[in-house]
């Protein structure tokens, strides 16, 4: 780890956690109908492994303004780690999009339904419902353009590095 990584991971951490706090979009990011247009960030973990610690602190720097505050932040960041370490995996394919939208809608309805007591599965069709528009939208095109203009962002070539997960003939077709 040099010193290119860790400033490249905190400004994956720092526009994360910008883009959760800003004012508007704060309203949104919490709750049982999540609407965070951070979660397209999570493209860049596709390409560059310093996105998985940076959106990883992101997460848990975003989540200091939830109402469920340290839960969230625990609970949070742990399944952000998941989702870019998994989207890491896969690599730049648009299925990798489905990532967030599986890990972060489980999940926080799982957290939703122990801490708040809500409804499982109606909290996973929202908090999913509010991850596939964001990623649908704000990552595929995210994903579209790293894909074509990749250099412009700074960001190096997909490889396995950290993933375990073999490289199938399904990868290389999507």
């Known amino acids: 780890m040099n010193s290119r990584?860790?400033?490249?991971?905190?400004?994956?951490?720092?526009?994360?956690?910008?883009?959760?706090?800003?004012?508007?979009?704060?309203?949104?990011?919490?709750?049982?109908?999540?609407?965070?247009?951070?979660e397209a960030l999570t493209v860049f973990a596709c390409f560059d492994p310093a996105a998985i610690p940076g959106l990883t602190l992101g997460t848990a720097l975003g989540n200091l303004g939830s109402p469920l505050f340290i839960v969230d932040v625990a609970a949070g960041s742990l399944l952000t780690l998941i989702t870019v370490w998994l989207m890491r995996c896969i690599g730049p394919r648009y299925w990798a999009l489905l990532v967030p939208v599986a890990v972060n809608g489980v999940g926080i309805a799982v957290l939703l339904a122990l801490v708040l007591h809500l409804p499982l599965w109606a909290s996973a069709v929202w908090i999913a419902a509010g991850e596939a528009a964001v990623m649908?939208?704000?990552?595929?095109?995210?994903?579209t353009v790293i894909r074509r203009r990749g250099h412009l962002f700074g960001v190096m070539n997909p490889r396995s590095e950290g993933c375990t997960a073999p490289r199938t003939r399904l990868r290389r077709s999507l």
């Open 5 to 38: 990584f860790i400033a490249r991971a905190a400004l994956y951490a720092a526009l994360y956690a910008a883009l959760v706090l800003a004012p508007g979009l704060n309203a949104i990011a919490y709750g049982p109908v999540q609407f965070r247009l951070a």
């Open 136 to 143: 649908v939208t704000a990552g595929a095109v995210l994903l």
